[in-house]
C-alpha cells in the first residue's frame, strides 16, 4: 500500500474543505481483498459491455427462473431457462459463442480435473493397502520384497492420463452430446466420429498452450499441469550413459556445485522448453499410432485426423509454427528465456552479460536441446492431411503428406495430464503456480529481463475437491486455501470448481442457442424444441422472436439493450408469463 505525496499547499487546501489531510492509496478489491506486488497496480478502468455483464451474471439469472416440470435432475441447470434480446445478429452470434466456450472450458476442465482426482485417491488406497500388508508378520521375506518393490513403484510413479485416455474420457461423459450439439449445425444426428473430433478439438483449445503469466487457464490456476512421459526415458538413460559433454563442459564452468545442471534439471529444463517454446507457440500435430501405414488408410477413421483441420484450427494457420521455424527458431546466441535461465546459474540474469567462454558454453548447451529433441522424438517431421469431402460435407477421403523442408512438431500424444502436488513453486510476480522450475528459477520474464534474479518459493497446496470444503462456501475455500492466487478468482473458475464438485442430478452447466434470421427453419425448430424441454438453458435472439412465438413457462426476459421503441419492449417482456406463473420479470442491460 502506497501513500500520495501532497504538497503542504494541496494540504491547506484539503483541510479548508474539512476533509482529512493525508490519503492512502490502497491496491485492494473490494471483493476479494486481492493485491498487486510491490509497485505494482492491479486496479484498472475499463468499460463493461451489456454482452459481457450478460454473461457475468448468467448464473445468478438461471438461479432466478423455475426448474424444468419433468426430469430436471437430468437436464442442465435442471432445466432453468431464459431468453435475451439483442437488435442486431452480431450481439447474438457472438455472445452465443463465447457463452458455449466457456462452458466447454468448464466441461473439460472439471472432467480431466475428477478422473486425475479419482486415479489419485485409487493409488492413495492400494499404498495404504500395500502398507498394511507389508506389516503382516505371516508373510513370507519373498512376498514382502515383491510388495515393497510395488509399494516403491506406486509411490515413485507420476499418477497421470495421456493425451489419448483424456479424449476417451470427454468421449464417455455423460455431458458430451449437449457440449457437441452446442456447436453442430445438425441437430438430429449425433455422429460418433465427428464426436471424437469434436472432444479432441475441445481438448486442444483447453489444454494445448501454456498462457503467459497474467491468463487464467486450468495450470495458471493450480488445477490440472502437464508432465511428458518421454522425460522419464531421457532421465533412464543419462543416469545410465551419464550426462552430454556440453553439460559437463558447462558444469565445469561453475564453481558453486549446488549451481551446475544434474539430470533432473536437464529434464526440468526439456520440460519447460516443451511448455513454453513448443506448445505455446502451437508446433504441433496428432497422430493417434506410430503406425505409418494408417496414413493413406480411409478405414482409420479419426485415428490419424489433423488436429489443425478440426473446427477452428487450419493446417496452414500462420500461429502453426515448426519448432525450428524462423520466427519461433531457439535462438542461442542472444538474450532469450532460456539463455537468461541458463545464464542465472552463472549468478547473472541476462545472457549478453556473459563472458566469451561462457556464451559458447550456454551455446553448446541449447544446442544439445535441439539434438536431444529429435534424439527422443521429442519433435518429429510435421504431416498435413489433405481431406476431400462428399456432397454432404462428410470425410470421403484423406491422404497424409510429410511436411517438406525437415520442419518439425511434437506429437500431441506426448502429453500426458496431473494433479498439481501438496507442494509447488510459486511465482509472487505473476502470482500463478508452477509444476516446474529450472533450479527453482521462474521460465516468465517481465519486460524481457528476469526478476533480479530471484528464485521462487515453494508452498503448501492442499488438493480441491468435495471432501476438503469442510462446509465452506467454494470461494471462501478459495481465499483460505489460496491467498496467494486470489487474484485469479473470477466467475469461470467459480464455474469450474462448481462443476467438478457437482453431485449427480445437479449438473451445473448451461448452454445457449441463437435464434436469428441468418439460422436456417429447421435448426430453429429443433433449437426451440430443446429450449421448451430445457435442454438449452438461453436463447438468445434478435427480433425473430419478438411476436408470434409461445414459449411456455417463460419466467425471465433479459435484454441487452434498450429496444428502439416501446412497442418492441412490449412485445419483448410480454414473452415472460404467460403461462401464469407467480412470477416473472423483464430485465434490461444498458
Known amino acids: 500500500d502506497g501513500k500520495y505525496t501532497l504538497s503542504q499547499v494541496e494540504i491547506k487546501k484539503i483541510q479548508k474543505k474539512g476533509e482529512p489531510a493525508v490519503y492512502k492509496q490502497v491496491h485492494r478489491c473490494p471483493c476479494c481483498n486481492a493485491h498487486g506486488a510491490e509497485n505494482f497496480n492491479p486496479m484498472h478502468s475499463f468499460h463493461m459491455s451489456s454482452n459481457f455483464l450478460s454473461r457475468l451474471i448468467a448464473p445468478i439469472l438461471l438461479e432466478q427462473t423455475s426448474e424444468a416440470t419433468t426430469n430436471p435432475e437430468t437436464k442442465p441447470s435442471k432445466g432453468r431457462k431464459y431468453i435475451t434480446f439483442a437488435d442486431s445478429r452480431q450481439s447474438v452470434a457472438g455472445p452465443t459463442i463465447q457463452q458455449n466456450l466457456e462452458t466447454e472450458d468448464v466441461w473439460v476442465t472439471g472432467v480431466l480435473y475428477n478422473k486425475l482426482f479419482e486415479l489419485n485417491k485409487k493409488i492413495a488406497y492400494n499404498i495404504g493397502n500395500l502398507k498394511y500388508e507389508i506389516e503382516n508378520p505371516s508373510l513370507t521375506?519373498?512376498?514382502?520384497?515383491?510388495?515393497?518393490?510395488?509399494?516403491?513403484?506406486?509411490?515413485?510413479?507420476?499418477?497421470?492420463?495421456?493425451?489419448?485416455?483424456a479424449v476417451d474420457e470427454l468421449l464417455k461423459d455423460k455431458d458430451v452430446d449437449?457440449?457437441?450439439?452446442?456447436?453442430?449445425?445438425?441437430?438430429?444426428?449425433?455422429?460418433?466420429?465427428?464426436?471424437?473430433?469434436?472432444?479432441?478439438?475441445?481438448?486442444?483449445?483447453?489444454?494445448?498452450?501454456?498462457?503467459?503469466?497474467?491468463?487464467?487457464?486450468?495450470?495458471?490456476?493450480?488445477?490440472?499441469?502437464?508432465?511428458?512421459?518421454?522425460?522419464?526415458?531421457?532421465?533412464?538413460?543419462?543416469?545410465?550413459?551419464?550426462?552430454?559433454?556440453?553439460?559437463?563442459?558447462?558444469?565445469?564452468?561453475?564453481?558453486?556445485?549446488?549451481?551446475?545442471?544434474?539430470?533432473?534439471?536437464?529434464?526440468?529444463?526439456?520440460?519447460l522448453f516443451i511448455d513454453h517454446n513448443i506448445r505455446s507457440?502451437?508446433?504441433?500435430?496428432?497422430?493417434?499410432?506410430?503406425?505409418?501405414?494408417?496414413?493413406?488408410?480411409?478405414?482409420?477413421?479419426?485415428?490419424?485426423?489433423?488436429?489443425?483441420?478440426?473446427?477452428?484450427?487450419?493446417?496452414?494457420?500462420?500461429?502453426?509454427?515448426?519448432?525450428?521455424?524462423?520466427?519461433?527458431?531457439?535462438?542461442?546466441?542472444?538474450?532469450?528465456?532460456?539463455?537468461?535461465?541458463?545464464?542465472?546459474?552463472?549468478?547473472?540474469?541476462?545472457?549478453?552479460?556473459?563472458?566469451?567462454?561462457?556464451?559458447?558454453?550456454?551455446k553448446n548447451v541449447i544446442n544439445q536441446l535441439k539434438a536431444d529433441l529429435t534424439k527422443?522424438?521429442?519433435?518429429?517431421?510435421?504431416?498435413?492431411?489433405?481431406?476431400?469431402?462428399?456432397?454432404?460435407?462428410?470425410?470421403?477421403?484423406?491422404?497424409?503428406?510429410?511436411?517438406?523442408?525437415?520442419?518439425?512438431?511434437?506429437?500431441?500424444?506426448?502429453?500426458?495430464?496431473?494433479?498439481?502436488?501438496?507442494?509447488?513453486?510459486?511465482?509472487?510476480?505473476?502470482?500463478?503456480?508452477l509444476d516446474?522450475?529450472?533450479?527453482?528459477?521462474?521460465?516468465?520474464?517481465?519486460?524481457?529481463?528476469?526478476?533480479?534474479?530471484?528464485?521462487?518459493?515453494?508452498?503448501?497446496?492442499?488438493?480441491?475437491?468435495?471432501?476438503?470444503?469442510?462446509?465452506?462456501?467454494?470461494?471462501?475455500?478459495?481465499?483460505?486455501?489460496?491467498?496467494?492466487?486470489?487474484?485469479?478468482?473470477?466467475?469461470?473458475?467459480?464455474?469450474?470448481?462448481?462443476?467438478?464438485?457437482?453431485?449427480?442430478?445437479n449438473n451445473p452447466l448451461y448452454f445457449q442457442a441463437e435464434h436469428t434470421a441468418q439460422v436456417s427453419r429447421k435448426v430453429i425448430k429443433e433449437k426451440t424444441e430443446k429450449f421448451k424441454n430445457g435442454e438449452i438453458n438461453?436463447?438468445?435472439?434478435?427480433?425473430?422472436?419478438?411476436?408470434?412465438?409461445?414459449?411456455?413457462?417463460?419466467d425471465l426476459v433479459v435484454m441487452n439493450n434498450v429496444p428502439p421503441h416501446p412497442a418492441n419492449y412490449k412485445q419483448r417482456a410480454g414473452r415472460a408469463g404467460r403461462a401464469q406463473q407467480c412470477k416473472s420479470a423483464s430485465v434490461t442491460i444498458c
Open 281 to 362: 507457440n502451437g508446433s504441433l500435430f496428432f497422430e493417434y499410432d506410430s503406425d505409418q501405414s494408417s496414413y493413406n488408410n480411409k478405414d482409420c477413421n479419426w485415428r490419424d485426423i489433423d488436429i489443425n483441420a478440426c473446427r477452428t484450427y487450419r493446417t496452414k494457420d500462420e500461429s502453426r509454427r515448426p519448432i525450428d521455424a524462423e520466427k519461433n527458431k531457439i535462438n542461442n546466441d542472444g538474450d532469450n528465456r532460456f539463455t537468461n535461465l541458463l545464464a542465472n546459474l552463472f549468478g547473472v540474469d541476462k545472457y549478453s552479460k556473459l563472458d566469451d567462454n561462457q556464451k559458447d558454453a550456454v
Open 538 to 554: 438461453i436463447m438468445a435472439c434478435s427480433t425473430t422472436m419478438e411476436m408470434g412465438v409461445d414459449l411456455g413457462d417463460l
Open 178 to 271: 449437449s457440449m457437441f450439439l452446442s456447436f453442430a449445425k445438425d441437430q438430429s444426428e449425433v455422429c460418433e466420429q465427428e464426436k471424437r473430433e469434436y472432444c479432441l478439438s475441445a481438448l486442444y483449445r483447453v489444454m494445448n498452450k501454456r498462457p503467459a503469466g497474467g491468463k487464467n487457464s486450468p495450470e495458471n490456476c493450480g488445477l490440472i499441469c502437464t508432465t511428458y512421459p518421454i522425460l522419464e526415458n531421457i532421465k533412464e538413460r543419462y543416469e545410465r550413459e551419464g550426462l552430454p559433454d556440453a553439460i559437463k563442459d558447462f558444469n565445469d564452468l561453475i564453481a558453486n556445485t549446488e549451481q551446475q545442471i544434474s539430470i533432473n534439471d536437464w529434464c526440468d529444463f526439456i520440460k
Open 376 to 433: 527422443f522424438k521429442i519433435s518429429e517431421n510435421g504431416r498435413t492431411i489433405n481431406l476431400s469431402y462428399d456432397d454432404n460435407g462428410r470425410i470421403k477421403d484423406r491422404k497424409w503428406e510429410i511436411d517438406k523442408d525437415d520442419r518439425h512438431y511434437m506429437n500431441l500424444t506426448r502429453i500426458a495430464f496431473k494433479l498439481y502436488g501438496d507442494e509447488v513453486w510459486f511465482d509472487e510476480k505473476m502470482q500463478i503456480p
Open 436 to 505: 516446474t522450475t529450472f533450479k527453482g528459477y521462474s521460465p516468465y520474464r517481465d519486460n524481457d529481463t528476469f526478476l533480479n534474479n530471484v528464485k521462487c518459493k515453494k508452498i503448501d497446496f492442499k488438493t480441491f475437491n468435495a471432501s476438503s470444503l469442510n462446509g465452506l462456501d467454494i470461494k471462501k475455500w478459495w481465499l483460505e486455501h489460496r491467498k496467494n492466487m486470489s487474484g485469479k478468482w473470477n466467475h469461470k473458475l467459480q464455474r469450474t470448481l462448481e462443476y467438478i464438485v457437482a453431485t449427480e442430478g
Open 141 to 165: 521375506a519373498e512376498d514382502r520384497e515383491k510388495k515393497l518393490h510395488e509399494l516403491n513403484k506406486l509411490e515413485a510413479g507420476v499418477i497421470s492420463i495421456t493425451w489419448n485416455d
